[in-house]
């Protein structure tokens, strides 16, 4: 006869009880977890498929962080890492679901290719090998096969273009490296190199292109701040060139070549800055000083030196020193033949020297590279004026003064001449008649130069006196006879004349 089992005690029974509970609470748990997940994965898919791509990730981040081994949840992240062109946050999650996941081929695919256009050869190719081991589908596999034949063709050109780069071969290594960058187009060292290989070849700005390219493919790169801020530098860019320098200090503020250069680049855009300053203020003199120390602050960069002659040559045009401003003017336009600012200024120095034929042919120079400037096209159409008008009567030339001269001297070039040619000085009649037609001359330029109005008109190559210059107006007011002038004062500047001046 069998015995029954021994009937459980009390203890056992609770224990067993305890363990049971504890089951269902952990498993309802995981239950509610799971299901939190797969709600954040469900509504991130839809997001994403909306193109709301922030909200997706949102979620997604939701889903990794409530289950950190769902390869699902960082594949679809890196999705929209990917869709948001954040290659960089794509690739470790990418790597996770490798981890989680070995046979997942999509995502080693994926991976391949990010690591092909940083530039890291053997890696990719190892992940394109792998994929052809894991039974990919057709389509898979002809990718795999695809991207693992273009990396190998990129370790050639490679191999070639550090060769040529060695050999000092500058614009073949370019060749090459034109090449692969098209595919490796986040290899930051190949950019480095490709933008040395521009500076060899005196193309600054297409290595300024590559180094800040590098200066986002790289963290911290403050080698690429520092070579960008002095080719600008090299280039006359000083406002680009403290820009720059100021970023690599952001990174490393005791960064030893970016502060020295700092300092010099802050020194030079200040004098400049004030240069310019006092340009607008009209202290052309004061801003020449300045440009002359520029020129001497960095005399071994010779855009310096031409910009500074530049603004040198304009100050003196605007300053009404004509002599100096086509000298220096003419310094610049030796290097720089089509410089349209030159152009202008010196334009303008020729019509104050009354040259207006070689004011004429600046103007037209410059209007060949900027048609549309409205400035040259009046300072054309004045010299022209002018030029005419030269062939004509010039009141300046009348009373023997410069096109710049105050009223204070064309009064006394007017008084002198006067006395000189009262016709009361001539008892021969010819001479007299002749020193009437000269005398009424003088009174006319003495009339157009001393009324700022009338002067200005005639300055911009319009005979205020002359009926033909006029549009509709009638006779010359100074086409008069000589009894008209009788009584003159040569000593009165301005107004009627008062009294008869008679010579013994």
């Not at 609770?14 to 609470?25: K, P, T």
């Not at 440009?291 to 910009?307: D, H």
């Not at 040259?355 to 209007?367: L, N, P, S, V, W």
Request: a negative charge; hydrophobic letters at 35%.
């Amino acid at each position: 006869m069998v015995s029954p089992p021994p009937h459980p005690s009390r203890s056992s029974c609770l224990f067993a009880s305890l363990l049971i509970l504890v089951g269902h609470l952990f498993l309802g748990a995981e239950c509610g977890v799971n299901a939190d997940v797969e709600k954040h994965l469900e509504l991130g898919k839809k997001l994403l498929a909306a193109g709301q791509l922030a909200d997706a990730l949102s979620q997604f981040h939701a889903a990794s962080d409530g289950d950190p081994d769902n390869y699902i949840a960082y594949y679809r992240r890196a999705t929209v890492f990917l869709a948001m062109g954040k290659s960089k946050a794509a690739l470790p999650d990418l790597t996770k679901v490798i981890e989680l996941k070995m046979d997942f081929t999509a995502a080693r695919l994926q991976r391949g290719h990010l690591l092909l256009k940083q530039g890291k050869l053997d890696e990719a190719e190892d992940d394109f090998k792998k994929v052809l081991k894991s039974n990919p589908s057709e389509n898979e596999e002809k990718e795999a096969r695809s991207q693992l034949k273009k990396s190998d063709e990129m370790q050639h050109l490679r191999s070639q273009a550090l060769y040529a780069f060695e050999s000092a071969d500058y614009i073949t290594a370019i060749t090459f490296l034109d090449k692969i960058l098209e595919v490796c187009v986040w290899d930051a060292e190949l950019r480095e190199l490709r933008a040395e290989c521009f500076i060899k070849e005196g193309e600054p700005r297409k290595a300024i292109s590559d180094l800040k390219a590098t200066s986002k493919l790289k963290n911290d790169n403050t080698e690429a701040f520092y070579k960008i801020s002095t080719l600008y530098y090299q280039l006359g860019d000083h406002e680009l060139s403290l820009s720059e320098v100021r970023e690599c200090l952001k990174l490393d503020q005791d960064h030893k070549r970016c502060f020295a250069h700092y300092k010099q680049v802050k020194k030079l855009n200040k004098l400049i800055e004030s240069a310019e300053e006092l340009i607008r203020d009209g202290r052309y003199a004061d801003a020449t000083s300045k440009y002359e120390s520029v020129m001497k602050t960095e005399p071994s960069v010779p855009e310096y030196t031409i910009r500074s002659k530049e603004r040198i040559c304009h100050c003196f045009s605007k300053d009404e020193k004509p002599v100096e401003a086509i000298r220096i003017c003419s310094e610049v336009l030796q290097l720089e033949p089509d410089n349209v600012n030159a152009l202008k200024d010196r334009a303008e120095a020729y019509l104050v020297e009354e040259m207006y034929d070689e004011a004429i042919q600046d103007y037209e120079t410059a209007q060949e590279h900027n048609e549309n400037d409205q400035q040259i096209r009046e300072g054309l159409e004045k010299a022209q004026r002018l030029l005419k008008q030269s062939q004509k009567r010039d009141y300046y030339k009348i009373l023997g003064v410069k096109r710049n001269a105050k009223k204070q001297e064309i009064i006394k070039a007017y008084r002198k001449l006067a006395m000189q040619w009262h016709p009361d000085n001539f008892q021969n009649e010819e001479e007299k008649k002749k020193a009437e037609k000269k005398f009424i001359d003088i009174a006319a330029a003495k009339e157009v130069l001393s009324d700022p109005e009338m002067r200005k008109k005639f300055d911009d190559g319009e005979d205020p006196l002359d009926a033909e210059s006029q549009q509709g107006g009638g006779g010359n007011p100074f086409h008069r006879s000589w009894n008209s002038w009788q009584g003159f004062n040569p000593f009165s500047s301005g107004g009627p004349f008062r009294f008869k001046f008679h010579f013994n």
